[in-house]
């Protein structure tokens, strides 16, 4: 799910970790992150200049989501809270069109 790092470009994950690989002077070398990841991670932005979270504030920002039985008379049904535009990026990104 998030571990491939074309899913998940709104976290501080590094997406090119070969180029970071390519830049350690061997094997036994700390692992090195990529310029794109360096760059990431000093910005706090993405490539496209959207904010960058780390797993654990993406996941506070998700719960925040909430399925709500309506009463109104006799009729009941359920309604999910509409998505803020930090959580649409995100389901989108999980291919997730409907929380019900």
Known sequence: MWSDP???PMLFD???PAAGEALRSSVVAP??????AQLKAR???????APVYS???LLEELRTIA???????????AMTTTPT?????????????SLI
Do not use: C, I
Not at 31 to 36: G, H, T
């Open 14 to 16: 590094d997406a090119d």
């Open 67 to 77: 399925l709500n039985t309506v009463t109104m008379g006799a009729t009941r049904f």
């Open 85 to 97: 535009l930090l959580q649409q990026p995100a389901l989108d990104l999980l291919n997730v069109s």
């Open 43 to 49: 910005t706090k932005r993405t490539a496209d200049g």
């Open 55 to 57: 797993f654990h504030t």
């Open 31 to 36: 692992a090195k992150r990529s310029p794109q």
């Open 6 to 8: 074309q899913r998940a």
